[in-house]
């Protein structure tokens, strides 16, 4: 059988694991898992046809992806084997750390001392990870006699195959490649946090070295808001989710999930009118958040406040083409802080601030430069400046506006609803499944053409938005509870069409194998024509 590893030919004999056939190929311990035509595969899947298979490490995004899922079974594990009556949850991620809880066992120095020894004492085991597949049948009936949640999941959804990942005698489900086995694990910490604590891991650049994790308040405080309402509502898992909708409860619960959106709006839209010297809402946040939605509705509540709400787009404000700085590879970088005419921008903002009438530029896309048209404005006594862009929570965008003029707001889909309480679902995933959505429905795009751009999109995030996350005034989560169950039915046909020839084919399946544990929500009529998920999926008043 021809496999070509790293662009090198070999001739292995079939049905041996990547493992056995090329474990003297395997020379640095940074490998973790392998790309086995354009699937992500354990070092111990079995090579039944030919193809291509490249390493993955853990200095990439699909390696450190499996490191921390790898870091979460062993925490289990360690918990288990130390407290087997304690009810472990993992929460929500922060930076380079995930948030978990007890829910029946108060989080003491020494359990966290005690499961962190206990978790490095597998490490050094080096034991191995493997994973058993079951029918539904055979699941069924293992799991009538266990009494356990872990991966009982599945047995609710129509998969040919239920898995679980074994370590001596432990068991759980997570869904994903695994390391093969404990020794994995070259960095890690547990920390006290709060009312739970947080399982720190490296950065992908750097794999042996775990940096403490900054406190971001603002957006813990966002994500805790969300995850306490959940809560409440016994709708923090993907079990609780399905049996809402199988019991008949989708209305209600839409009915509250927009509800939720509607009070927290109102009470952006009353902080902006307590603060009487505001003259200026600047609105920020990574792709497929809502911004338009969010700043229709909070054009409404503004309104209902007395206050008149004028949008000035960024967009109208870039630099002459000639003058527009180009990246590493020579394109233009339209995303950087100097394609914006900062100067332009500020002169006119002080202008109309100062009651002055200016001329806005319109900027054609299509020759490269801003032209004047006549559009005229005047800022009236009861009007407020709203503005939207990558840059609206650097001070440097607007840095002749006075801060006490302005007020901040960042917005994200803040996903806090998990598949079960060992897997969450990533806030980067949920936006990219709606980021899917959108551009085949509204710009004819692909799936695979929004695969293909997203790396790029994540990085002109992480440089120009996160960072000044915390320079907001308030937070804005735009998660919607049962958005996932709606935008199955849209997305995972999409990403059907992706094929293993492509590279985005494991992120495909990835993306596929998730969404397949939803109930799907087919009544589309039932969801409100001002709900932000019909900036996705069609039917806004707002578009």
């Not at 899917?436 to 695969?451: E, G, M, V």
Request: glycine share 4%; with cysteine; charged share 30%.
């Amino acid at each position: 059988m021809k496999i070509i590893l790293e662009n090198q030919e070999y001739q292995i004999e079939p049905n041996q694991t990547i493992k056995q056939a090329f474990g003297d190929k395997i020379n640095s311990e940074e490998i973790i898992a392998a790309r086995y035509n354009n699937f992500i595969a354990s070092l111990n899947h079995t090579i039944k046809r030919e193809g291509t298979i490249s390493w993955i490490k853990k200095t990439e995004k699909d390696g450190r992806i499996i490191y921390i899922r790898g870091l979460l079974y062993l925490m289990s594990k360690a918990f288990y084997e130390l407290y087997p009556e304690a009810h472990l949850t993992v929460n929500y991620q922060l930076s380079s750390a995930m948030f978990c809880e007890l829910e029946n066992r108060e989080i003491t120095q020494e359990v966290i001392n005690n499961v962190k020894q206990k978790m490095q004492q597998i490490i050094d085991q080096d034991l191995p990870i493997r994973k058993v597949e079951m029918t539904p049948e055979e699941a069924q009936a293992f799991y009538a006699k266990e009494e356990t949640l872990r991966g009982r999941l599945q047995t609710d959804i129509n998969k040919k195959k239920v898995s679980l990942y074994y370590c001596e005698d432990y068991y759980n489900y997570f869904y994903g490649t695994m390391p093969i086995s404990t020794g994995f694990a070259q960095a890690f910490d547990l920390t006290k946090f709060r009312h739970g604590f947080l399982l720190e891991y490296p950065r992908t650049s750097e794999t042996q070295v775990v940096h403490k994790n900054k406190e971001s308040l603002k957006l813990l405080s966002a994500m805790a808001e969300y995850d306490e309402i959940y809560k409440l509502m016994k709708i923090n898992t993907v079990y609780r989710l399905n049996k809402k909708i199988k019991e008949g409860k989708l209305k209600e619960l839409i009915l509250l999930s927009e509800a939720i959106h509607e009070k927290k709006i109102a009470e952006i839209a009353d902080q902006i009118k307590q603060r009487k010297n505001i003259r200026m809402i600047l609105i920020a946040g990574p792709t497929s958040s809502g911004k338009t939605t969010f700043a229709g509705k909070l054009g409404m509540a503004l309104r209902v406040q007395g206050i008149k709400p004028v949008t000035i787009s960024v967009d109208n404000y870039f630099v002459e083409r000639e003058q527009n700085p180009v990246d590493e590879n020579g394109n233009y970088d339209f995303e950087c802080m100097e394609a914006i005419d900062v100067d332009l921008f500020n002169t006119q903002l002080v202008d109309l601030l100062s009651g002055k009438e200016v001329e806005l530029p319109t900027f054609d896309f299509a020759t490269g430069h801003k032209q004047y048209l006549g559009n005229q404005r005047k800022l009236a006594e009861d009007e407020i400046l709203v503005v939207e862009g990558i840059h609206c929570l650097n001070d440097e965008l607007t840095k002749q506006i006075a801060k006490e003029n302005k007020f901040k707001i960042y917005i994200s889909d803040l996903t806090v609803l998990n598949i079960d309480y060992y897997n969450r679902i990533s806030t980067t995933d949920t936006r990219l499944i709606r980021r899917i959505s959108r551009d085949y429905k509204f710009r004819n795009y692909s799936a695979l053409h929004t695969l293909k751009m997203w790396n790029s999109v994540g990085q002109g995030e992480k440089k120009y938005i996160f960072p000044y996350q915390e320079e907001a005034d308030c937070m804005f989560n735009s998660s919607i509870i049962y958005e996932l169950a709606v935008l199955k039915d849209f997305v995972v046909p999409l990403l059907e069409k992706i094929d293993d020839t492509h590279p985005e084919y494991s992120e495909a399946r990835r993306l596929i194998d998730m969404l397949q544990y939803f109930e799907s929500i087919q009544d589309l009529a039932l969801i409100p024509n001002n709900s932000l998920l019909r900036e996705f999926i069609g039917g806004s008043i707002y578009e």
